[in-house]
Structures are given as structure tokens and as C-alpha cells.
């Protein structure tokens, strides 16, 4: 019991005090400045372009929840019918997950790029309209988004076929009896008994939406114009590009905290599921 | 018995030699020196292969010692051994760009080499390319230049140009929209030049030149920003011209890989970058003796032509090394005229040696570009203005740029906001400076 507690403290508690205690602080590369109190935190809304690296980080893991968890959903509902080489296809459609983000990012940057990605070309050739998605600060956040869903659906797909592969086949053969239509069918008993795994997936996907770096980073750096700077991707600019330890911490704190409010909101609407 | 006996003897002593070895420590033929590069010794480009030949020779002519490459990415050498320091495994060495040298030596990652530096004789500190003094850091020697670059170089495909008409490269703006206009087409920029925060905005300073040219300067005699400066502004103007008035040039933010990258594949006619990367840009599908470069265009008559920024890796060690004597061995060796002469040979990098360029292999027209730039140096050259928050300038003026090319903010406005962003930064960093009693920001 003792060394998991000491092992928890070392790996979970002590990270989250010492980035608490260096956001209090200016800092001078990695040693401790003098006492700032909450400046790292007014500063970073008032004059780094907080709020707007808040917004981008809420479409970031919005946009891309709405567009995995469907597609997720769809895929599993589809493979959990009788197919044809079944667990090729699985296994196919689970690959993208497997591939690290660096790949990933590399991969959709050159599909994309308007010079000579071959979307962009196809699209030129066709409309004659010059395509610069990962380029323009309108069109830069759907990109990454498109990227990410891509890479991370997978997930919701391998969570969602499980579920519903747990679900009682007496359950559907007494609702065809009823006479219920699929839509009622997928309403009323396939929705519902799939909901618990379905809210875990939207939390895991959330955390890992929230905490990305990489995959934006390699891909746009945070830009055009901060179009796609996350406060992940903030954390890490300032930390490892900038050596701005201070604020790095304040914003991994702000990122921490609302980690936090986002699970335990998801995990109250679970609990309801439960006692509904 | 004397079977035993013997027996015992032999293991006794061999338990003595072996103890021995033990309290005598590490033997000088076990010394490794672990190196930090972005230059991945598995790869097959130029500039790896001359690495690995120079790291080879000096591991045959110090037997010794042995040096282990760890890569590290170009842009992240400084943070990380920053970091590395902190944490107490820094490597030995570290190859570090000469503009990102005043990080490190503020936050205490390099040790200065002034008594190595002491070794060298008259002679050969008049050997290297440029003046000896410029290789200190407030008077304090902490690296020396592996090669050299010029960072401002425009690059361009002679066969496209010819093919418009045009038998030299352009030497004015006027001209640059003059050609632009004629080859851009709709596979192909006629002029690019990655001013984006991708990358570490890793080519933005090399604006830095044309505001010399109209006496202009990114940062003040104060350390604050003075890019918003009236020069800031026309430089800004003209660059935004080419993309949203003559559309000669991309208005969407490109990185410095992305820049290359189109260079490389014929996206791009001409280019503003490095001599570092002329060698594998060349190396693209049909390009070879087609690629030339130039010194950037002059931005009108009343300007000076822009001079040469010279810059380049460097070699220094860190604060953490256990090896600081066998570091500068490797140093001395790297930056030595035969090991220069290699480095230009096989890696198309810029010597640093004067007496590198007696090799033979100068005298070709293999090494036509690579003379050029040396006498390009020799015309006129400085290195960048760098300020200990450089990095930050670099992204606050790229952010601008991103606004700027897009259209989106008026240039004055952009300007004004990225002095300001600088400026902020700089008064935190005074503040705590002050605070912790600790001397202020440096530029030079």
C-alpha cells in the first residue's frame, strides 16, 4: 500500500504541485524568479491571446468529438453486422490509430499542401480554385480537425464495437417481435445500452483532444495567425520553445483544471445513466 | 598439489589484474564523448556523410576517444539542453546555432573556452574566414563556428529564368516583380520566403538584412524591439505587395521545410534561404546545375545592397561535460583546415578556414557556388543583431507577417503589435531580472 502511495505522489501529485508552484513564480529558464502571485494567469488572458487559444482548444476537441464519435459509431454499428472478411476490414479501419501523430501530421500535411499535395491538385484541376487549407487562418482548424479524426476515430470505433457486441441478441429478437423498425431499435435499446461506454469514450477522447500537441504542432505550428494554437500547443511553445516555464505552467494548470471539470461533469452524467 | 597450487596462483593473479584494473578507472582509449547534432549520422545527405567522415578521422587520430551522436532536432538543441543541464546529463557537446548561442550562455548551458582559446597561436586565429573577435560573446570565447552560411542568399532556378528571358538574377525589388510576374504560373511561385511561425520562424531574421540596408535594426540600443521602425514598415509594404498586389509570392503562411520542400519539387522559382540547404535543394529531381543564388535583391536605389548575414553551427561544450578537455580536442579537430576542407568537399558546407579553399577541389566548377559565397563574405558580411529573447522576436515578427501577407491587419498595426508582444516580454524579463538582481537582457 505505502510504495503505490509514494509511486502516485511521485508520479501524479508532485508534477501537478511543481507546475502549480513554478505559475506563481516568474522564472529564469528553469530556475524560480521572483514571486509573481497570478500575474502568469491575468497576462496570459489579458495580453498573450488567452482566450483565444481557450476557444480554439474547445472547437479543437468539439469539432473533432462530433465528428469521431459518430463516425465511430456508424463504423462499429456497420462491422457488427455478418460482412464479408470482417476482421480484415477491422483491421484495416483500426490502423490509422496505430500510426504515432508525427506520421500522421506529415502525412495530411503533404495530402494538403497546395503545391504539390495531390487534394489540392485534383481540386485545382478541377475547379481551378487553389486550395491552401493548412495555410488560410479560415480554413487551418478544419484541417487539423480532419486529421485528428482520421487518426483517433478508431478509438470510438473499437470502444462502440465492443459495446455492442455485449448487448444481449434477445434484446433485438424481442423488439423485431414487438415489431419495432430500426431506427426505434437503435433509439431505444441499442443507444441506451451502449451510452455508459460511449460517455468513457467521449472522456477519453476529450483528455486526449485537450493534452495534444503534436499532431498540430508538426502540422501548422499553432498557425496562420494562432488559428490553430491550442493551449496544449501554448504549453509547449512557451515551455520548450520560448523557456517561459512560468506561464507555460500557468496555462498546463488552466489545462489541467479543465481536464478536470470535463471528466467530472461526463462522469456525473454517467452516474445518472446508472441510477436513471 | 603443485597442480593446485599453480592453479591458485594463476587465478590470484588474474584476480589482481582484474582489481587492478578496476581502481585504476577508465583507461584514456574508454573516453566517449557524447555529441548532440540534427545531423542524423544514418542519413544519406551531403552534410551527414561529411560529419560522419570528419567524425571518423578524428576518432583515428585520437584513439582514445570515441564520439556518440545523439540527434536532436535543429530547433530544439538549445531548449533541450537547457533542460539537460537543469536535469545534470547534458551531453559534451552540442552543435548550436550561432543565434541561438546567447540563450545558452544566459541560461548557463555552455562554459566559456577562453583557456583553450589561449592555446591557439596568431597564425592560426588569422586562418579563420572571418576576424577571430567575432566569435566572442561578451568578450568570452564559448563556441567556434563548424561553418559557415550565408543566411541571405536568393536562391533561383537559372533554366526558368533564362527560359523568360531574364539571363541574371534579379538585383532590385523592381526587378524581382519584374521577373516574378513573368514566371509565376499557376504550378509554380516565382518567389518564396517562409515568414511563418512554423519552423521557429527560422527565417524570419533574415529580414534583418534589408533593414540594415536603410539603416534600419530589429532590436534598439535598449534591447527593445524597433522593428515597427518607418524601415520596418516599407519592408513589410513591399513584402506584401509581391503577395496580394503582383501575386508573385504566397500569401498563406509557409514554413522553412515547406519552402524548401517547394524549391525541391519546382514549386518555387526562386527562394530565400541559407547556403546550408543549396547543396540538397540542388540535389532535386532535375534541378542540379540549374540552381544558382544571388544576394538578395536591394530594395530601391537609395538602399545599400544587403549585406551577407553570416551565421552557422557551432561547436560548444556544455556545462554538464565530464570531458571538457577532450571536447575542444574535437572542436580543434572539427574546426581544423583539413576537417573544413572535408565539410566543403562532401557536405557543401561553407569552410571556415581560409586555408581550407587551397584544397584543389575549390578550383572546380563543382565548388563555383560554394567560392562565390565565400567571396560574398569577404565583400561585406555581419552576423545577425541577437538579443537573449531573439526566439521571441522571431515568432512575434512571423505572427505579424502571418497577418500581414494574409491581409488581414494593416502593416503598421502588425508592426506596432509585434513590437509591442517583444516589448512586454522584454519589461517581465527585466522586471525579474531586477527582482533576482541579476545583470539585464543582452544584445549585441
Redesign the interface.
Known amino acids: 500500500m505505502l510504495p503505490a502511495l509514494v509511486l502516485l505522489l511521485l508520479v501524479s501529485v508532485y508534477p501537478i504541485l511543481y507546475a502549480l508552484e513554478r505559475s506563481l513564480y516568474?522564472?529564469?529558464?528553469?530556475e524560480l524568479?521572483?514571486f509573481a502571485g497570478f500575474a502568469n494567469y491575468t497576462?496570459f488572458f489579458e495580453?498573450e491571446g488567452g482566450w483565444t487559444s481557450l476557444v480554439n482548444s474547445l472547437v479543437y476537441c468539439g469539432g473533432s468529438l462530433a465528428l469521431a464519435l459518430p463516425f465511430g459509431m456508424v463504423l462499429a454499428l456497420v462491422l457488427n453486422r455478418p460482412l464479408p472478411m470482417r476482421t480484415a476490414i477491422r483491421t484495416i479501419l483500426i490502423l490509422p490509430w496505430i500510426v504515432s501523430q508525427t506520421i500522421v501530421a506529415l502525412l495530411w500535411?503533404w495530402i494538403l499542401?497546395?503545391?504539390?499535395g495531390p487534394v489540392p491538385h485534383a481540386i485545382?484541376g478541377l475547379t481551378g480554385i487553389?486550395l491552401?487549407i493548412?495555410?488560410?487562418?479560415d480554413w487551418a482548424m478544419s484541417g487539423v480537425i480532419i486529421a485528428n479524426v482520421w487518426h483517433s476515430y478508431a478509438l470510438a470505433l473499437v470502444m462502440m464495437l465492443a459495446a455492442l457486441q455485449a448487448i444481449p441478441q434477445e434484446l433485438f429478437e424481442a423488439a423485431r417481435v414487438d415489431g419495432a423498425g430500426r431506427w426505434h431499435t437503435f433509439w431505444r435499446i441499442t443507444l441506451p445500452m451502449v451510452s455508459p461506454t460511449l460517455l468513457v469514450t467521449t472522456i477519453v477522447l476529450t483528455l486526449h483532444y485537450f493534452n495534444m500537441v503534436t499532431l498540430i504542432w508538426v502540422i501548422?505550428?499553432?498557425?496562420?495567425?494562432?488559428a490553430t494554437e491550442t493551449l496544449s500547443v501554448r504549453v509547449f511553445?512557451e515551455a520548450?520553445?520560448?523557456?517561459?516555464l512560468g506561464l507555460a505552467s500557468a496555462i498546463g494548470v488552466i489545462v489541467a483544471g479543465l481536464n478536470v471539470v470535463f471528466s467530472l461533469a461526463y462522469i456525473r452524467l454517467l452516474r445518472q445513466d446508472h441510477t436513471a | 598439489m603443485k597442480c593446485f597450487r599453480n592453479a591458485v596462483t594463476g587465478a590470484l593473479s588474474a584476480l589482481a589484474l582484474l582489481v587492478a584494473a578496476v581502481v585504476a578507472g577508465p583507461a584514456a582509449a574508454d573516453t566517449t564523448l557524447r555529441y548532440w547534432t540534427f545531423l542524423d549520422p544514418t542519413s544519406s545527405s551531403p552534410r551527414s556523410e561529411a560529419q560522419r567522415q570528419m567524425i571518423k578521422a578524428f576518432e583515428g587520430a585520437n584513439p582514445g576517444v570515441k564520439v556518440s551522436i545523439e540527434v536532436v532536432h535543429w530547433?530544439?538543441i538549445v531548449?533541450?539542453l537547457?533542460?539537460a543541464v537543469?536535469a545534470g546529463n547534458a551531453p559534451d557537446i552540442a552543435l548550436i546555432h550561432s543565434s541561438r548561442m546567447t540563450?545558452a550562455i544566459?541560461?548557463g548551458a555552455v562554459i566559456p573556452l577562453d583557456k583553450y582559446a589561449a592555446t591557439l597561436s596568431d597564425k592560426d586565429k588569422a586562418d579563420f574566414l572571418l576576424p577571430f573577435d567575432q566569435f566572442l560573446e561578451k568578450g568570452h570565447l564559448y563556441s567556434l563556428p563548424i561553418e559557415h552560411r550565408v543566411e541571405s542568399v536568393l536562391m533561383y532556378r537559372e533554366d526558368i529564368l533564362a527560359k523568360a528571358g531574364f539571363k541574371e538574377p534579379p538585383k532590385t525589388w523592381e526587378q524581382l516583380v519584374e521577373v516574378g510576374k513573368k514566371i509565376t504560373t499557376?504550378d509554380r511561385?516565382a518567389f518564396v520566403w517562409p515568414l511563418?511561425?512554423?519552423?521557429?520562424a527560422a527565417n524570419v531574421k533574415i529580414l534583418q538584412t534589408l533593414y540594415w540596408s536603410k539603416g534600419g535594426r530589429f532590436f534598439d540600443d535598449n534591447g527593445r524591439a524597433a522593428v515597427n521602425s518607418k524601415v520596418g514598415i516599407e519592408i513589410a509594404e513591399k513584402l506584401k505587395a509581391l503577395a496580394l498586389e503582383h501575386k508573385v509570392m504566397?500569401a498563406?503562411?509557409?514554413?522553412v521545410e515547406?519552402g524548401r520542400?517547394?524549391m525541391k519539387?519546382g514549386?518555387?522559382a526562386m527562394y530565400v534561404d541559407g547556403t546550408q540547404v543549396f547543396t540538397s535543394i540542388a540535389a532535386g529531381a532535375g534541378i542540379g546545375r540549374n540552381l544558382a543564388s544571388a544576394p538578395l535583391p536591394s530594395l530601391d536605389e537609395t538602399s545599400k545592397a544587403p549585406l551577407a548575414i553570416v551565421a552557422g553551427q557551432t561547436l560548444a561544450v556544455s556545462s554538464n561535460s565530464k570531458h571538457p578537455d577532450a571536447a575542444w580536442k574535437f572542436i580543434a579537430h572539427m574546426t581544423s583546415s583539413e576537417a573544413q576542407a572535408l565539410s566543403g568537399k562532401v557536405g557543401g558546407n561553407l569552410p571556415i578556414r581560409a586555408s581550407a579553399y587551397d584544397d584543389p577541389w575549390f578550383k572546380t566548377e563543382e565548388a563555383r557556388e560554394l567560392v562565390a559565397w565565400r567571396d560574398y563574405i569577404k565583400a561585406g558580411a555581419r552576423a545577425n543583431e541577437t538579443h537573449e529573447l531573439s526566439?521571441?522576436m522571431n515568432?512575434s515578427l512571423a505572427?505579424a507577417y502571418?497577418?500581414i501577407l494574409?491581409g488581414?491587419v494593416q502593416v503598421k498595426a502588425a508592426l506596432d503589435q509585434a513590437a509591442e508582444?517583444f516589448n512586454?516580454?522584454v519589461d517581465?524579463q527585466k522586471?525579474?531580472?531586477a527582482?533576482?538582481g541579476?545583470a539585464g537582457s543582452a544584445s549585441n
Open positions: 516568474y522564472t529564469d529558464y528553469l524568479g521572483p497576462e495580453f500535411g499542401n497546395p503545391d504539390f485545382d487553389r491552401a493548412y495555410g488560410d487562418p501548422t505550428g499553432g498557425g496562420p495567425i494562432s511553445n520548450f520553445v520560448q523557456q517561459n | 530547433s530544439k531548449p533541450m537547457i533542460t537543469g540563450m544566459d541560461a499557376p511561385w511563418s511561425r512554423k519552423d521557429s504566397p498563406t503562411a509557409i514554413g515547406e520542400t517547394m519539387s514549386a518555387a526566439d521571441y515568432d505572427l502571418e497577418q494574409a488581414r508582444r512586454r516580454r517581465q522586471r525579474r531580472d527582482a533576482s541579476k
